[in-house]
C-alpha cells in the first residue's frame, strides 16, 4: 500500500495545480425580470377636490389619514398605490394663505403649532423635504417645468440609493401647493429599482402633464 502513496500524492498535486490555473468567469449580477403592464390612464375628478389629473389604471388612489389620524391635515391629501411594485405617490396638498398643523417637539412633549401657509414657506419645505434625503442620495437635480395648462413646478431626480428618487411640487403661487414623491415599501437599492423608477417616473410625468386646478 506504501508503494500508491506517491502515486496518489502526484496525481492530486495534479489536480489541485489544474484546478488554480482554470479560467474562473464570474456569473454576473442579476435581478428578477419584472413584465410591466400596459399603459392605459383614467381620470382623477373627485367632487370638491381644487385639482384633476390622469393616473394609470393599475394605481389606486387612497385617501391619506396615516400621518395625522383622524384629522388629516388637509381633505386633499391622497396617496397614489402601486401594489404590483410596493409602491406610492404621497400627493399633498396645501391652500397657499391658509393654515397647517404641524407637531414640535416641547419640554412637555409634542404639540400642535399652527403654520399659516406661504408660498414662499411651501416652496422652501419642498426643497428641504427632497434635500434631507441627501446622505444617502449621489445627486440630486431639479428641473423647471410648465405642463400644458401652464402650471410651473420643479421636478427632482434623486439618485443613489435614497429612499425616494422622484419628486416634484406643482403651484400656482397663490392658491394651489401640490407636492409629490414617490417611495417604495422595501430597503433602497438603486440598481434594483432603477427599471421600475423609470418605468413609474413616465406615470408621475404624465400626471404632472394632465394636473389642472378647478379654480
Known amino acids: 500500500m506504501m508503494k500508491y502513496v506517491p502515486r496518489i500524492f502526484l496525481c492530486m498535486t495534479g489536480i489541485f495545480l489544474i484546478a488554480c490555473n482554470s479560467t474562473y468567469t464570474p456569473r454576473e449580477k442579476g435581478y428578477f425580470r419584472i413584465d410591466f403592464p400596459e399603459r392605459k390612464y383614467r381620470l382623477f375628478d373627485e367632487p370638491g377636490y381644487p385639482y384633476t389629473f390622469e393616473y394609470p389604471v393599475y394605481g389606486v388612489i387612497t385617501r391619506d389619514s396615516t400621518l395625522f389620524d383622524d384629522n388629516p391635515d388637509n381633505p386633499y391629501w391622497i396617496n397614489l398605490d402601486f401594489p404590483e411594485f410596493r409602491g406610492r405617490v404621497y400627493l399633498s396638498y396645501k391652500t397657499i394663505g391658509g393654515s397647517s398643523v404641524y407637531k414640535i417637539k416641547t419640554d412637555q412633549g409634542y404639540k ?20 434631507k434625503h441627501t ?5 440630486i437635480v431639479d428641473s423647471p417645468l410648465y405642463n400644458p395648462q401652464g402650471v410651473p ?5 434623486v439618485e443613489g440609493n435614497a429612499a425616494t428618487a422622484r419628486q416634484f411640487y406643482l403651484t400656482d403661487s397663490s392658491r394651489h401647493f401640490l407636492r409629490g414623491a414617490l417611495y417604495f415599501d422595501t430597503a433602497p437599492n438603486s440598481d434594483s429599482l432603477a427599471v421600475v423608477n423609470d418605468f413609474l417616473q413616465e406615470d408621475m410625468l404624465h400626471l404632472i402633464q394632465t394636473l389642472r386646478w378647478k379654480k
Open 153 to 157: 413646478g420643479i421636478y427632482f431626480k
Open 135 to 139: 446622505l444617502k442620495a449621489s445627486g
Open 112 to 131: 400642535d403649532s399652527t403654520v399659516r401657509n406661504t408660498f414662499d414657506g411651501l416652496r422652501e419645505e419642498a426643497y428641504r423635504m427632497t434635500y
